[in-house]
C-alpha cells in the first residue's frame, strides 16, 4: 500500500469515527423511542415560539390560546413601552422592563412566576398539577451574549433537580448542533453542547424541520430541553408546517402528561358578600384566651382559622363562573386571515416570484389595519356599556398601572421563607425577621421575639389596611378582606 492510499484511509476512518461519536451522542441526549399517550392520563398542550416583536404574530397567538388554551413558552414577544402587548386576555409571566422571553397561559392555568430566578432573557414558571408542580422556563440565548447566560439557565435546572420536579425549558439558542438536526455544529452549538452535557438535560426535538425559515435562509435554533424527569412526560413533540405564525419561526408543539392542569368550575366570589353579616357572626363567638409559647400561638392562631372558614363557607359559597371572553374579533378579521394564510403557502411553494411577495405584504398590511379596526371598535363597544362611576373607576385605575405583574411564587416554599418575606415587607424595622429557638412570647400587646420588639398591635393593623380588598388569597385561601372586617375583639 502506497503514502497516497493510507492517508486516504486514514482520513476517511478519522470522518467516519467522528460522525460515529455524533451519532453517539445523539442518540444518549434525543429521545428515539416514545411511549404512546395512555387513554387514561390527561395532557396539557405546550407551544413554543418566538414572535420577533410581531403584532401580528402576537395577536395570532392569542386566538390560537383561546381555542387549544395550551401554555406558550415565547421569545421576542411585541413590546410597546416596556410593555408586553397583543396577548389580551392571558396570564403573561415576564421579569424587567423590555423581556425577551415570557410565558403566556390561559387565565385559569395554575401558573406560579419564580421571580428569584428570572431576569429579561429568562424567565420561569412553575405548572401546579395534581401530581405535583412541573417547572417551565421560557430562554432567549443573544447572539450577542456570553457564556453568562447558561450559567444563570444552570441554576434553573439545578432548582428543579432540588425540587425532584420535571423541568421543560424552551429555548431560541441561535446555536446549530447536529444533537437537534442541524447539519453541522458550530461554537455555540458546541458550548450548548457541553451544558446539556453537564447539567445531565435532553433534547426533546425530532427530526431535520426547520423552525426558522425565511425566504433567504432556513436552520434549526428553537430547541426544546429537559431534564430526566421531564424527558418521561413530554411527548409528540413536532414543528408545525400547517398553521401560519406570521412570524419567521414555526411553531413548535408538543405535550405533557399532567392531571388537571386547569382549574375550572366554581369560585367564591368574595366582592359580593355580606361583610356586615359576617363580622356580626364573629362577634357572637366567644375568643379563647390566648395562651403563651409556641404551643398556646399555634392553638389560638389554628382557633382563628376555622372560625373564619366557616364564616366565608356559610356567607359566601362557591357557584359556578363563566368564562367571559374579549368578543372584539370579527368577521374582516377572519376573511383577511385567511388570505393571508394562502398566500404565505402560495409564497412558500414559489419563494422567488416577486408579485406574490409584494401581494403577500400589502396582505398583511390590510390585515393589521383590521386587527386595529376590531380592537377599537370593540374597546368603544366596552366603554358604551360602562353605567356607573364604579365601572369607569376601575377602567380608569387599570389604565393609570400599566406595569401590574402577577405575583411570584418562592423561591424555596416553607413557613421560614414566608415569615422572612412578611416581616420585611410589613416590618422592615423590626431587629429580628427569623423564627427564634427560644420561641415567642406576649409582652405589653407587643409580640416578642427573644429579648427584641418585633411588631405592636398597631403595626398589625396598619399591615392588613394596606391590603387591597381584591388582592389574592394566601396559602389558607382567606382572602385579605376578611382579616380586614375582623372585629376588635378577635385583635384584643
Same mark, same amino acid.
Given at each position: +500500500?502506497?503514502?497516497?492510499? %493510507?492517508?486516504?484511509?486514514?482520513?476517511?476512518?478519522?470522518?467516519?469515527?467522528?460522525?460515529?461519536?455524533?451519532?453517539?451522542?445523539?442518540? +444518549?441526549?434525543? &429521545?428515539?423511542?416514545?411511549?404512546?399517550?395512555?387513554?387514561? %392520563?390527561? =395532557?396539557?398542550n405546550l407551544v413554543q415560539i418566538n414572535l420577533r416583536h410581531a403584532q401580528a404574530a402576537s395577536v395570532e397567538l392569542t386566538k390560537r390560546l383561546a381555542k387549544t388554551m395550551e401554555i406558550a413558552l415565547i421569545t421576542e414577544p411585541w413590546i410597546r413601552k416596556g410593555d408586553v402587548k397583543g396577548l389580551e386576555n392571558l396570564k403573561v409571566f415576564s421579569k424587567g422592563s423590555k423581556p425577551r422571553a415570557i410565558i403566556a397561559a390561559h387565565r385559569n392555568t395554575k401558573v406560579m412566576l419564580l421571580d428569584d430566578i428570572s431576569e429579561d432573557d429568562i424567565v420561569c414558571?412553575?405548572?401546579?398539577? =395534581?401530581?405535583?408542580?412541573?417547572?417551565?422556563? %421560557?430562554?432567549?440565548?443573544?447572539?450577542?451574549s456570553n457564556e453568562s447566560f447558561l450559567s444563570k439557565l444552570g441554576k434553573v435546572a439545578q432548582l428543579a433537580n432540588e425540587k425532584k420536579a420535571p423541568l421543560i425549558i424552551g429555548m431560541d439558542s441561535n446555536a446549530h448542533s447536529i444533537l437537534w438536526g442541524c447539519k453541522d455544529s458550530d461554537r455555540r452549538g458546541k458550548d450548548l453542547e457541553d451544558f446539556i452535557l453537564n447539567q445531565g438535560l435532553y433534547v426533546e426535538n425530532v427530526g431535520n424541520e426547520p423552525t426558522f425559515e425565511t425566504c433567504r435562509a432556513k436552520s434549526i435554533i428553537d430547541v426544546t430541553l429537559t431534564n430526566a424527569r421531564g424527558n418521561n412526560i413530554v411527548f409528540d413533540w413536532k414543528v408545525d408546517k400547517e398553521s401560519v405564525?406570521? %412570524?419567521?419561526? &414555526?411553531?413548535?408543539?408538543?405535550?405533557?402528561?399532567?392531571?388537571?392542569?386547569?382549574?375550572?368550575?366554581? &369560585?367564591?366570589?368574595?366582592h359580593k358578600m355580606d361583610w356586615r353579616a359576617y363580622k356580626e357572626d364573629l362577634k357572637s363567638q366567644q375568643t379563647p384566651e390566648v395562651g403563651y409559647g409556641i404551643d398556646g400561638i399555634e392553638e389560638s392562631t389554628q382557633w382563628l382559622h376555622d372560625r373564619i372558614w366557616s364564616n366565608l363557607k356559610s356567607q359566601c359559597p362557591k357557584v359556578l363562573v363563566k368564562d367571559r371572553r374579549n368578543n372584539w374579533w370579527n368577521h374582516e378579521c377572519d376573511i383577511w386571515r385567511h388570505k393571508v394564510r394562502i398566500l404565505l403557502r402560495r409564497r412558500n411553494k414559489d419563494k422567488y416570484n416577486e408579485e406574490l411577495r409584494l401581494e403577500l405584504k400589502s396582505a398583511n398590511k390590510e390585515y393589521k389595519k383590521a386587527l386595529f379596526k376590531a380592537k377599537e371598535s370593540g374597546w368603544a363597544r366596552f366603554v358604551e356599556q360602562l353605567e356607573n362611576t364604579k365601572d369607569v373607576g376601575r377602567v380608569a385605575k387599570a389604565?393609570?398601572?400599566?406595569?401590574?405583574?402577577?405575583?411570584?411564587?418562592?423561591?424555596?416554599g416553607g413557613p421560614r421563607e414566608t415569615l422572612t418575606k412578611l416581616m420585611d415587607t410589613h416590618f422592615p424595622d423590626c431587629r429580628s425577621t427569623r423564627l427564634p429557638p427560644g420561641g415567642l412570647g406576649f409582652q405589653r400587646n407587643k409580640l416578642v421575639c427573644q429579648d427584641s420588639m418585633a411588631f405592636t398591635l398597631e403595626e398589625v393593623k396598619a399591615s392588613l389596611k394596606s391590603f387591597g380588598d381584591s388582592k389574592a388569597a394566601g396559602a389558607d385561601g382567606i382572602p385579605p378582606k376578611a382579616l380586614k372586617e375582623l372585629p376588635d375583639e378577635y385583635f384584643n
Open positions: +500500500m502506497d503514502t497516497t492510499t %493510507s492517508l486516504v484511509t486514514e482520513s476517511d476512518s478519522s470522518s467516519l469515527l467522528y460522525e460515529a461519536t455524533q451519532a453517539t451522542w445523539r442518540l +444518549m441526549f434525543q &429521545k428515539q423511542f416514545r411511549l404512546t399517550e395512555s387513554k387514561n %392520563s390527561k =395532557s396539557a414558571c412553575t405548572l401546579c398539577t =395534581s401530581e405535583g408542580l412541573v417547572y417551565l422556563a %421560557s430562554a432567549y440565548w443573544d447572539i450577542l405564525s406570521m %412570524s419567521d419561526h &414555526k411553531y413548535i408543539l408538543y405535550g405533557i402528561r399532567v392531571r388537571n392542569h386547569v382549574s375550572i368550575v366554581q &369560585k367564591r366570589r368574595f389604565l393609570r398601572n400599566p406595569n401590574r405583574r402577577e405575583i411570584g411564587a418562592l423561591c424555596q
